[in-house]
Nanobody
Framework: QVQLVESGGGLVQPGGSLRLSCAAS????????MGWYRQAPGKQREVVAD???????NYAASVKGRFTVSRDNAKNTVYLQMNSLKPEDTAVYYC??????????????WGQGTQVTVSS
């Protein structure tokens, strides 16, 4: 059994900052890529940022320079630091983590989602 628990969403004014966290727990052998997605009302889910096991990162063009993804391998946790937030960043944010379990192949697990609302 694997569980992902997200935290850190909320309401923030334009220009503000938030930090999202996503912690994985359970029977985990190893963790590969970790990432963040978001889904705004009426839109498809889109990738925001991801980070490989080696620490390489990728960002959507819309967040590059404002968001930073990082990971703490000792805590099985991925973070998303969001600065200079804009109203168009409003969405439900989901983490996705690729996890290898003891005798099972690598699979993607999703967090429950956390609402981020940017509004004055």
């Amino acid at each position: 059994q694997v569980q992902l628990v997200e935290s850190g969403g909320g309401l923030v004014q334009p220009g503000g900052s938030l930090r999202l966290s996503c912690a994985a727990s359970g029977t985990i052998a190893s963790i590969n890529a970790m990432g963040w997605y978001r889904q705004a009302p009426g839109k498809q889910r889109e990738v925001v940022a991801d980070i490989t096991s080696g620490g390489s990162t990728n960002y959507a063009a819309s967040v590059k320079g404002r968001f930073t993804v990082s990971r703490d391998n000792a805590k099985n946790t991925v973070y998303l630091q969001m600065n200079s937030l804009k109203p168009e960043d409003t969405a439900v944010y989901y983490c996705k983590i690729s996890i290898a379990r003891m005798v099972l192949p690598i699979a993607d697990y999703w967090g429950q989602g956390t609402q981020v609302t940017v509004s004055s």
